[in-house]
Nanobody
């Protein structure tokens, strides 16, 4: 059974950077499209970025130019490089596999001085 495990969250000052990782265990990772979502306190979970099995990429407008999604199939991993972080980026970040409706447990990102 496939599982998704996120890591890399933490506390960072405004303008700082973090890289999140999502590691998949089991399954054919190279064939997976993976998405990142985030959920801020008291708000709905919202879509952030995606990368398909062929490497096609998409971002929500609020993170374009600041976040970069990538994958390393040899490591069964998808990464979210987050630069120029803002307080409004504070949220729990989740990776998601849509075809099986599979979520990771989430990793907390807090942007604060």
């Amino acid at each position: 059974q496939v599982q998704l495990v996120e890591s890399g969250g933490g506390l960072v000052q405004p303008g700082g950077s973090l890289t999140l990782s999502c590691v998949a265990s089991g399954g054919d990772f190279a064939a997976m499209s993976i998405e990142w979502y985030r959920q801020a306190p008291g708000k709905q979970r919202v879509w952030v970025a995606k990368i398909t099995s062929s490497g096609s990429i998409g971002y929500t407008d609020s993170v374009k130019g600041r976040f970069t999604i990538s994958r390393d199939n040899a490591k069964n991993s998808v990464f979210l490089q987050m630069n120029s972080l803002k307080p409004e980026d504070t949220a729990v970040y989740y990776c998601y596999r849509r075809t099986t409706d599979l979520w990771g447990q989430g990793t907390q990102v807090t942007v604060s001085s």
